[in-house]
């Protein structure tokens, strides 16, 4: 057999498998032995049929499986042993017929298409920086953590009247033209939060309401969105009526929570073995847990901007027409040309990311390796027990937990994703240039929603 590569320019080339008489005698003449003991021909006994009879029988059709096969071989043995570093899979050239005829078999060959993976450089981009945003974690962030975690452990209670953090219990009623519940109208029950209502005039005209007082109110003025609303009036957002129905509203209850004390049943609350003792320890604590969750977030932050950085500013030239082609040949289903331009930039874009991932990884001989995996599964298994408030399992219970998800192919692709994600978090931590940029957190969360 003999492998040879043409090529045609930096991202197309050809390979030719020439396939003489030698390589695949043997191999057809032992594969119609095969079909010898096992082939129903009439008139012969199973196992004694002539091997001339079988040969003109299946005889073009096992030359064609080996020469597929052997064809098949070649072609990849060629790209292993010269390390060609290539696109999708090798397909049958469109404009080289195979050569050799199954009437006279002697010498054949088969060309085939390749598209080259191809160059380029995503050092440069690391080099010239991306912004690493950081959280100023000032004394007001601390006294807001605090006090969110004084409103989990706070004691909801029945109030006389409504105050500006309270939760308003009631019911709203359609009125009819004549500003009566309208019979069979909408009647719901619901729950208002004074703190988060998006009208100031309506909170302001809330307050000081009591239990049981009735009073026109438009719940668009108290919602968020038109979903909002809908759930409100417990209705499907196509249902909602229109903006000139009126409505009332009973007050039912009025729930006011009270903090929690900053004492030391909330300290044992939050940590344990006597951790803190103290109004001061708390504050600390807080502050260096918000510390390292802002660092957590500031990581995804900065390599989502490196992401984005190298997408658009590495430049890739891909073989299109060749995986236009690749993409034809490859499907399970016909597709059209049509199907195929309209995917085909994100399929680009996501092959862009697929290469300069590997190509890091591969520069930097990171790997993904069974055993790193597994201990990544299970701490995240222990992660999710935690957010519960929950023991983690013993060890056997926590190991066998984390084969089962990794035998499960979404869930595995789920966490190997994240496993690739964090390392490559770290590499641009250690290798990019970061501008370090120290943001309030409003305007942190503004950079992370954008």
Same mark, same amino acid.
């Given at each position: ?12 080339? #050809? ?16 594969s ?7 082939a ?27 020469l ?57 981009? #690391? ?17 807001? +953590? ?31 033209? +004549? ?22 005039? @309506?909170? @302001? ?59 030391q ?37 900065? @390599? ?11 430049s ?37 990311w697929?290469?300069? +991932? ?6 930097s ?11 990544? @599964?299970?701490? #995240?298994?222990?992660?999710?027990y ?5 023991p ?5 219970? =926590? ?5 089962? =998800? ?12 994240? =496993? ?5 978090? +770290? ?24």
């Amino acid at each position: 057999m003999h492998v040879t590569r043409q090529e045609i320019d930096a991202l197309n080339g #050809l390979i030719t498998v020439e396939i003489d008489s030698s390589d695949y005698k043997d191999k057809v003449k032992s594969s119609l032995e095969k079909h010898r003991k096992t082939a129903k021909i009439p008139g012969f006994r199973p196992g004694h049929v002539p091997l001339g009879v079988v040969e003109k029988r299946f005889g073009k059709s096992v030359l064609a499986e080996v020469l597929n096969t052997l064809a098949n071989e070649g072609v990849y043995s060629f790209i292993q042993d010269n390390k060609l570093e290539i696109l999708g899979n090798p397909i049958p050239s469109n404009h080289h017929s195979m050569e050799g005829s199954f009437d006279a078999p002697s010498t054949f060959k088969f060309t085939f298409e390749i598209g080259m993976s191809p160059t380029f450089d995503y050092q440069t981009v #690391l080099k010239n920086g991306v912004e690493y945003h950081t959280v100023r974690v000032d004394e007001k962030l601390v006294s807001q +953590q605090i006090e969110d975690l004084q409103r989990r452990y706070g004691k909801l209670s029945s109030v006389e009247t409504v105050g500006e953090k309270d939760l308003v219990l009631g019911t709203f009623t359609e009125l009819d033209e +004549q500003g009566a519940p309208k019979a069979g109208g909408i009647e719901h029950s619901t729950t208002l939060s004074m703190e988060f209502l998006p009208d100031a005039d @309506t909170k @302001t005209s809330l307050i000081g309401r009591k239990k049981e007082d009735i009073f026109t109110l438009n719940p668009a003025l108290v919602s968020k969105d038109e979903a909002d609303k809908a759930s409100m009036l417990g209705v499907k957002p196509e249902e909602l009526p229109s903006e000139d129905v009126a409505f009332e509203f009973r007050i039912t209850d009025i729930k006011h929570l009270s903090l929690a004390a900053l004492d030391q049943e909330l300290f044992e609350k939050l940590f344990q073995d006597g951790e803190i003792t103290d109004e001061a320890g708390l504050r600390n604590r807080v502050q260096k847990d918000l510390e390292q969750m802002f660092e957590r977030d500031a990581d995804r932050l900065m @390599t989502r901007k490196v992401y984005d950085r190298l997408m658009s500013d590495v430049s890739m030239d891909f073989p299109e027409a060749f995986l236009k082609r690749w993409i034809v040949a490859s499907a399970q289903k016909p597709i059209s040309e049509e199907e195929i331009n309209a995917e085909f930039q994100a399929y680009l874009n996501s092959l862009k990311w697929q290469l300069i +991932q590997s190509k890091i990884f591969k520069d930097s001989n990171t790997q993904l390796v069974y055993d790193e995996v597994i201990a990544f @599964t299970k701490a #995240l298994i222990v992660n999710n027990y935690a957010q519960y408030g929950l023991p983690a399992p013993e060890e056997a219970e =926590l190991e066998k937990s984390a084969k089962e =998800l990794l035998a499960k192919k979404d869930q595995a692709n789920s966490i190997y994703d994240q =496993l690739a994600e964090q390392k490559l978090t +770290q590499y641009f931590k250690a290798n990019a240039s970061l501008k370090m940029k120290p943001l309030s957190y409003d305007d942190f969360v503004a950079e992370m929603k954008k």
